[in-house]
T-cell receptor
Framework: DQQVKQNSPSLSVQEGRISILNCDYT??????FLWYKKYPAEGPTFLIS?????DKNEDGRFTVFLNKSAKHLSLHIVPSQPGDSAVYFC????????????FGKGTRLSVIA | KAGVTQTPRYLIKTRGQQVTLSCSPI?????VSWYQQTPGQGLQFLFE???????NKGNFPGRFSGRQFSNSRSEMNVSTLELGDSALYLC???????????FGSGTQLSVL
């Protein structure tokens, strides 16, 4: 039973354009959401997060949008750069009760120069 | 501050053997979590330790076990290795109260 789903295994975008990565979740108890980026042979690094009390959070070129009614979040990268090429993982958790982060399967983003 | 350190980086074992992986968290972090990453499966949660106690456990067989020491360092053990255990094993630490996890570079385990 996959509680966090990233339905696109891969995405190719031209440099300078917008990258949109999508994530769906099924557990309505999730109230905190994170995106991680992973390069080969490295561990995932935290990118941006959003609490369920917000619907948008922005950090430089990265913006995460949360649609609670649809149980959907998306990560927008504008403008996309070749260095953004990596695997992006969506993760979610319940902020109460010390529950673990649940990750999606990841989306491989390729930014083409 | 030093990051999360995992040793060894690479391991090759044969079926039936057992293996121990090590993780040193960020200084001051009391929570250590372990995840397994296999191609196409994302990161699957194994277990979490906080102050030497297992706080959460994922859906893995009993062959997978772990422990945490008083200095917050953690070890993960896999006994009777199977081919399907070949994966990248990631350790992550947090302060225990924070939402974010900080990951190490992982141990790539190959079972032949």
């Amino acid at each position: 039973d996959q509680q966090v789903k990233q339905n696109s295994p891969s995405l190719s975008v031209q440099e300078g354009r917008i990258s949109i990565l999508n994530c769906d979740y099924t557990n309505s108890m999730f109230d905190y959401f994170l995106w991680y980026k992973k390069y080969p042979a490295e561990g995932p690094t935290f990118l941006i997060s959003i609490s369920s009390i917000k619907d948008k959070n922005e950090d430089g070129r990265f913006t995460v949008f949360l649609n609670k009614s649809a149980k959907h979040l998306s990560l927008h990268i504008v403008p996309s750069q070749p260095g953004d090429s990596a695997v992006y993982f969506c993760a979610a958790k319940r902020n109460s009760g010390n529950t673990p982060l649940v990750f999606g399967k990841g989306t491989r983003l390729s930014v083409i120069a | 501050k030093a990051g999360v350190t995992q040793t060894p980086r690479y391991l090759i074992k044969t079926r039936g053997q057992q293996v121990t992986l090590s993780c040193s968290p960020i200084s001051g972090h009391r929570s250590v979590s372990w995840y397994q990453q296999t191609p196409g499966q994302g990161l699957q949660f194994l277990f979490e330790y906080f102050s030497e106690t297992q706080r959460n456990k994922g859906n893995f067989p009993g062959r997978f076990s772990g422990r945490q020491f008083s200095n917050s360092r953690s070890e993960m053990n896999v006994s009777t290795l199977e081919l399907g255990d070949s994966a990248l094993y990631l350790c992550a630490s947090s302060s225990g109260q924070a939402e974010k996890l900080f990951f190490g570079s992982g141990t790539q385990l190959s079972v032949l």
